[in-house]
């Protein structure tokens, strides 16, 4: 047991047992105690205080030579993930273009079969009207442009998430083009504004996302971001 920590056992054990102060001796004792805890505090923090103070500037330094030696993998990171997200970009555009053709080709499906059914309807009344001995109706049938009944538009089912998808977010983020059309645009939210808050726009722009476009004086952009740590 070292110095400090018989001090503090003997004075545990005549303080807990103390008990109330019923007289002026008692009061007095009960100082004198006082001043030997104080004392040890004084001599606690003396003993370890440069040891935590060698132990504060060892884990200064340790952060730091973290921070420098991190530099470089955070880079070639954010390389890589940037890279990995144009991808998967590019493959949601291309679903985006493959599910676009899948439903134009059944819009003109629906379409043609729409304007075959007109015409053979148009045959068939020309047909009964001959049949009937009315010639000149029959005629005017087959050459008055056919009349197709509305089609309703296809939607395409929503596109399936690709599995590279997993782990990645879209960061909408925007760039300035015009700062007085942008500083216009932004007087009519908030009269009398001087400066532009880039922080706020961002924020604004991330909350908006597709809708933020129609802000005049910006460019918004959106890509995709690896938010799952490897």
């Not at 006082?34 to 004392?39: T, Y």
């Not at 555009?93 to 003109?108: C, L, M, T």
Request: proline share 4%; glycine share 6%; with cysteine.
């Amino acid at each position: 047991m070292t110095a400090i920590e018989q001090k503090t056992f003997a004075l545990t054990t005549v303080i807990e047992g103390f008990g109330e102060i019923a007289t002026r001796e008692g009061f007095d004792r009960a100082g004198k105690k006082l001043d030997e805890v104080i004392a040890l505090k004084d001599e606690i923090k003396s003993t370890f205080g440069p040891i935590v103070t060698k132990a504060h500037e060892a884990h200064k330094e340790a952060l730091k030579q973290q921070k420098k030696h991190l530099e470089v993998p955070l880079r070639l990171e954010t390389i890589l993930k940037g890279a990995r997200g144009v991808w998967v970009q590019a493959r949601e555009r291309e679903a985006e273009v493959a599910a676009k053709a899948v439903a134009d080709a059944e819009q003109k499906r629906r379409e043609d079969e729409a304007k075959k059914r007109a015409e053979d309807e148009a045959l068939a009344r020309a047909e009964a009207l001959l049949e009937a001995g009315e010639e000149e109706k029959a005629e005017e049938v087959l050459v008055t442009e056919v009349v197709i009944a509305p089609v309703v538009t296809f939607d395409p089912p929503p596109l399936p998430r690709i599995p590279e998808q997993k782990g990645f977010r879209d960061n909408w983020d925007y760039t300035i083009t015009s700062e007085p059309l942008l500083r216009a645009w932004l007087w009519d939210l908030y009269p009398g504004l001087l400066l532009i808050d880039e922080s706020g726009v961002r924020k604004m722009v991330k909350h908006l996302k597709e809708e933020a476009r129609s802000i005049r004086g910006i460019e918004v952009t959106c890509r995709k971001i690896e938010s799952v740590r490897r």
